[in-house]
């Protein structure tokens, strides 16, 4: 079997954190004085945490804590005023979609007791990229109107393929996209002429177009390809109305920066 394609994915986000660039960078102090000046003493003395509390930096991302993320760890380092950005469609599935996940999982897990559920279900339509927190509300804005034209379509996930991150520190079950693929595409051609405009990094120019169902930390593809995923493919494809349940409408894009997201219709 050929190798598992990569996937937007970090070792510390559901969102897909591969890897990141910084877009626009403060300009440090000069540090001049006046000729004949003495500069000021560098000392500096602790602030009571009294007095920090009363003042929370509205720049300041999401705590960095892998146990609190199932042991993933951060490709990029976290830095005060970088907000780790992702553009995806949500998937929004039937209620029947649980009954399909509980067949799934505990047959992968037969063969990698590790692998968890994700949290929720999306489709990426870019890598995870970092902005400055004072260029989030101007790149929502520009993608806002990049996407205002773009139709919403009807779309297809039930092939079975197993994914890992650029970094091979995640493994993915997923389910890839059989119908919509060209809508995908013209929506990541908008996306990427916004990244583009802010400098940063596009999308791959190949991509599957998938739903993660599970992971775990850690490349298991020689534990998940093969028989495990013949035997996956199999359940999807004797579900029950399984034509029909993942059959999916996308009808938004939305855009997570940070804890903060963002939500543009499809016309």
């Known amino acids: 079997m ?14 897909d954190e591969a890897e990141a660039v910084t877009a626009g960078r403060s300009k440090p102090g000069s540090g001049l004085h006046r000729c004949g000046q003495n500069p000021l003493p560098s000392q500096k003395f602790p602030v009571p945490d009294s007095v920090l509390s009363m003042f929370p930096s509205t720049e300041e991302g999401p705590e960095d804590d892998s146990a609190k993320h199932g042991g993933r760890i951060r490709t990029f380092p976290h830095e005060r005023g970088n907000w780790a950005t992702h553009i995806y469609v ?4 039937k209620e029947d979609f649980q009954d399909l996940l509980d067949m799934l999982l505990p047959r992968a897990q037969m063969f990698v007791p590790r692998l968890v559920l994700m949290e929720e279900f999306h ?19 520009v993608l806002k109107d990049r996407v205002a034209s773009c ?5 297809t996930a039930n092939r079975v393929k197993i994914y890992t991150n650029q970094e091979k520190t995640r493994t993915f079950v997923g389910l ?11 929506l990541v051609s908008e996306v990427d002429g916004v990244m583009k405009e802010f400098d940063l990094t596009t999308f791959y120019q190949d991509p599957s177009f998938h739903v993660s169902l599970a992971w775990c ?14 035997e996956l493919q199999e359940i999807v494809d004797q579900f029950e109305d399984s034509e029909m349940l993942l059959r999916v409408l996308a009808n938004q894009v939305r ?7 963002f939500s543009m219709p499809l016309k």
């Open 217 to 230: 930390v850690g490349d298991a593809r020689l534990q998940l390809e093969g028989q495990c995923l013949q």
């Open 255 to 261: 855009c997570k920066s940070g804890n903060k997201f």
């Open 176 to 186: 890839e996209v059989s119908s919509g693929h060209a809508q995908f595409l013209d």
């Open 151 to 155: 139709q919403r379509f009807f779309f």
């Open 2 to 15: 050929s190798a598992a394609p990569l996937v937007g994915y970090s070792s510390s986000g559901s969102e």
């Open 123 to 141: 489709l990426s339509l870019s890598q995870s990229v970092v902005l400055r927190h004072h260029w989030i509300l101007p790149f929502v804005q």
């Open 90 to 93: 949500p998937y929004e599935a």
